[in-house]
């Protein structure tokens, strides 16, 4: 089964606007990755936070993540049009395997 | 580098019939991986390998079955096609721990008729 659930499933926001994607997972990570897909492509990893990290920045991107609640956010700061994507969270649980969640679909409004 | 490369990039089967889908990457990596993607599904893994001649399944791995021979390529073989392995799949590799950047291939979209 999945182990990573995204939270909103899509979101529209306005061009400038920051955006904002949770991620919930079920059982204990070493690590989670985010990463981004645009339509028809493959995806791109982003940014990976270990579990004995709490926050973690990239450029406009920001990641935080809580252990005691099993849950991480995915934040873009000014976004742009470029934005436009589908963005999956990953978390691998030190069995090798590194497991995807449904992913949110964030469209930038011009 | 060319980085991952996936072939083919579309291909359509009748039901039953088998074929390969074919991933090399030229970085190195000794952990190689398969994913399918379905509409509402996010990726969903079918096998991974850890290093050449070691393999293991996934989330999803009836149907397929795969090898690593070499470090470079790790084909996905399907035996008997069925409808529901109508999918987008994603090759992707990484140099070695799970901490190291993963990197994923364009994708195959096969349809199984």
């Known amino acids: 089964s999945q182990q990573g659930e995204e939270d909103p499933q899509a979101l529209s926001i306005q061009e400038g606007e920051n955006a904002t994607m949770n991620c919930s997972y079920k059982t204990s990570i070493n690590n989670l990755q985010w990463y981004r897909q645009n339509s028809g492509r493959g995806l791109v990893h982003l940014i990976l936070?270990?579990?004995?990290?709490r926050e973690k920045h990239s450029g406009r991107l920001r990641v935080t993540l809580d252990t005691s609640k099993k849950s991480s956010s995915l934040l873009i700061t000014a976004s742009r049009a470029a934005d436009t994507a589908s963005y999956f969270c990953a978390t691998d649980r030190g069995d090798d395997k590194i497991i995807f969640g449904k992913g949110t679909r964030l469209h930038i409004l011009p | 580098n060319a980085g991952v490369t996936q072939t083919p990039k579309f291909q359509v089967l009748k039901t039953g019939q088998s074929m390969t889908l074919q991933c090399a990457q030229d970085m190195n990596h000794e952990y190689m991986s398969w994913y399918r993607q379905d509409p509402g599904m996010g990726l969903r893994l079918i096998h991974y390998?850890?290093?050449?001649?070691?393999?293991d399944q996934g989330e999803v791995p009836n149907g397929y079955n795969v090898s690593r021979s070499t470090t470079e390529d790790f084909p996905l073989r399907l035996l008997s096609a069925a409808p529901s392995q109508t999918s987008v799949y994603f090759c992707?590799?990484?140099?070695?721990?799970?901490?190291?950047?993963?990197?994923f291939g364009p994708g195959t979209r096969l349809t199984v008729l």
């Open positions: 936070i270990r579990s004995n990290e």
């Open positions: 390998s850890v290093g050449a001649g070691i393999t």
């Open positions: 992707a590799s990484r140099r070695g721990i799970s901490t190291d950047t993963q990197y």
